[in-house]
């Protein structure tokens, strides 16, 4: 049974990955600080975040679905992300191909429950 945000399977996914993200991030160069570093950490941080403030206005269908919408929208920026840095070689291509596989799969997930969402 989901009584949270937190029992959702997506959420404890993205919330995982923002976790590694920010983890493997820390090893990209000081120059990349205030851009790249920082941006990958937002976008994949944004993904949970947005499922769990539209569980909190679930009751409202078209509310929670938008931000669903919103949490799909970073997956795929975090993704344009690490193939920034795979291309800037701060990330192994065989880690980055992992990681994308990890984000289709979220995204899967949030578009499915976009689809199946029914609110009282």
Not at 67 to 80: D, K
Not at 86 to 104: G, I
Request: charged share 25%; proline share 1%.
């Amino acid at each position: 049974m989901i009584r949270s945000y937190k029992d959702l399977e997506v959420y404890q996914l993205s919330y995982a990955l923002a976790m590694e993200i920010f983890t493997v991030s820390r090893f990209f160069p000081k120059e990349e600080m205030y851009s790249l570093t920082s941006q990958i950490v937002l976008s994949s941080r944004s993904i949970s975040a947005n499922i769990a403030e539209g569980w909190a206005k679930r009751i409202h269908e078209n509310v929670f679905k938008q931000h669903l919408l919103s949490a799909f929208g970073s997956c795929c920026e975090t993704q344009n992300r690490l193939q920034f840095a795979k291309d800037c070689n701060y990330l192994e291509e065989s880690e980055c191909a992992r990681l994308n596989m990890e984000y289709d799969k979220i995204g899967k997930m949030l578009t499915r429950l976009y689809q199946n969402w029914k609110s009282k």
